[in-house]
């Protein structure tokens, strides 16, 4: 199987753990077959009276050995076989953190974080109940078995035994089938729960909006529905359990009837002893623990063995984005070159380097979402030399975030369509890539840490004085300094403790801080004021001048100073120029100045009739005042 095979190859790295543990579990498994039959040699030597109290001693003696060679024998084979399992976890678990890392966004888009949380969680449990304690009860339930029957048969009688085992062959059958149904319906219970996991992380990450709408009790109907089906789940479970170990219990009562009703027979008419009676007695009840075991052994290998099928589902997943063979090869040769002959500065970096100019090409760029219909973007095609500021501008939907996405390879596009200083991206490494952009995205992510350490998320170290900087530039270092802690704040979850504006203002500080030849803003002033947006695009222009940065914005007022506007319409570059270029030509562009001009001109309006109600003292009356301040706008506005 698939799963078996998967499940090896972790397994092999502890091996010497495992022989160890098992080793250990055949020797406690070996001593405990003695403890019967000192029984049943004592018994037999006092009412036979051939044992004396020295004859007792020594019993009693060894007894007392193999009691302490039992508790030993436990604790190591616990030791092994538990420690191999939790190291195993942990690596499952680090493996598959790191392989999640290396997916592409579609992956993340397809699949939901809570179903991802629950592999995290619930099944990698299971996956350790399986290799552990799973393991540990079908050893010890087959060599146990083995040895007290083959003990049965040697030292008592063998019908008596082929007796009493004919309830433990039904147990055997019983379980085999239990394992194919529970199986199942354990795989079922880890969908509900890996959905039920989804909404609540879904619902306590958008409690505001929740809050906002006053939805809390449809939320908490639509939770209780998906908590009702979980239950259903589980109980599905819980019932099959519950027929299940009563009759298995029943079956073992049986066998210890037969072997009270037949055995005594036996020991009445001599053909066995009174002390190997007592002896059987006690190797029947050594019975029930293995086929307790067998049970309990196939329903964790059922439920480890779903949960490896939900997890190797995660670790077989392919990034459709990732580095190609030939990737690299273009910049290892030029890394053997002298930097007198390469003609460029190296910058290390936790190693080589190679630093981009930022001159981008896009050629006859096309690129649809998975899924979509339409394409997001349709035969771009734009030179933008290094040390350039572009704009770009559209309506919503237009494709400017997934332009910018596409330079990152977080969704992957056609060779040659993007080349930065000339190399299509597909031939230069991820990482070397992704190093060289520093990016601030629309949904200003920021991690629950100090500000210190989400500014400094994408630099080397954590120098005070670069951040410092790096949050001066990005007009945040007066409004981290009014924080009691200042860089030592923690935010919140996703920075719910900050302002709109701080959010932003952090994350182009953390832009900065990594000092990267492309510089991409994704909307990052829309919640800033227009005096700090002001002040911002000043830095920027004199900490980015040499270096290519692009500004993706709806405010013209945030963009007007580039030094190339993009404008995109439906995914297709409509307009591409200077600000006095665009306006001359009275296109789109031209059209969105005059309308974004107007609005804030009537706001100004709107906020100068404001101040005149709250100040005036006498003159016409209000609602005069309101109707000649509505017939201005109009008038304005034709």
Known sequence: MKEVRFIMQYIKKHKWQYIAGIITLFAVDFANLYIPRITGAITDGLTAHTLDW????????????????????????????????????????????????????????????????????????????????????????????????????????????????????????????????????????????????????????????????????????????????????????????????????????????????????????????????????????????????????????????????????????????????????????????????????????????????????????????????????????????????????GRTGSGKSTLVSLMLRLYETEEGMILLDGRDIHCIPLKELREQIACVPQDNFLFSDTLKANIAFGAAGEDEEQIKAAAEAACIHESIMEFPQGYETVVGERGVTLSGGQKQRSSIARALMKDAPILILDDALSAVDTDTEEQLLGNLRENRRGRTTILIAHRISTIQHADMILVLEEGRAAEVGSHAQLMERKGIYYEMFEKQQLEAAMGEQRAALHREYTEKEAGAPQGEAIAAAAQNQREEAE
């Open 54 to 393: 020295a004859g007792v001693r020594k019993y009693l003696l060894g007894v007392l050995i193999l009691g302490l060679t039992l508790a030993v024998g436990r604790f190591l084979w616990r030791y092994f076989l538990f420690g191999a399992s939790r190291t195993i976890e942990k690596e499952l678990r680090n493996d598959m953190f790191a392989h999640l890392e290396t997916m592409d966004v579609e992956y993340f888009n397809e699949n939901k974080t809570g179903d991802l949380m629950t592999r995290f969680t619930s099944d990698l449990n299971a996956i350790r109940m399986a290799i552990g304690m799973a393991v540990i009860s079908a050893f010890d339930a087959t060599v146990m078995t083995v040895m007290v029957i083959g003990q049965m048969m040697v030292y008592v009688n063998v019908k008596l035994t082929l007796l009493a085992l004919v309830p433990m062959l039904v147990i055997c059958g019983g379980t085999i089938y239990y394992g194919r149904i529970i199986h199942v319906r354990y795989r079922e219970r880890q969908e509900a729960v890996s959905d039920l996991t989804d909404y609540v992380q879904e619902s306590f990450s958008g409690i505001r909006v929740i809050k906002a709408f006053v939805r809390e009790q449809a939320q908490l109907k639509a939770f209780t529905r998906a908590n009702e089906r979980t239950r259903e789940k589980n109980l599905k479970l819980v019932h099959l359990q519950a027929v299940m170990m009563p009759l298995l219990e029943v079956f073992i009562g049986l066998s210890s009837l037969i072997t009270l009703v037949y055995g005594g027979y036996l020991a009445l008419v001599g053909e066995i002893t009174l002390g190997r009676f007592v002896a059987f007695h006690q190797y029947v009840n050594m019975l029930v623990w293995p086929m307790l075991a067998c049970g309990d052994a196939i329903n964790t290998f059922a439920q480890g063995g779903a949960s490896i099928r939900r997890v190797r589902a995660v670790m077989e997943a392919e990034p459709q984005v990732q580095d190609r063979p030939e990737a690299g090869s273009e910049l290892r040769a030029q890394a053997s070159v002298p930097r007198s002959a390469s003609g460029g500065e190296e910058k290390e970096q936790g190693g080589y380097r190679y630093p981009l100019t930022g001159r981008i090409t896009f050629s006859h760029l096309t690129f649809t979402h998975k899924g979509a219909a339409e394409p997001a973007l349709q035969d771009i095609s734009l030179e933008v030399p290094a040390g350039t500021t572009l704009a770009v501008i």
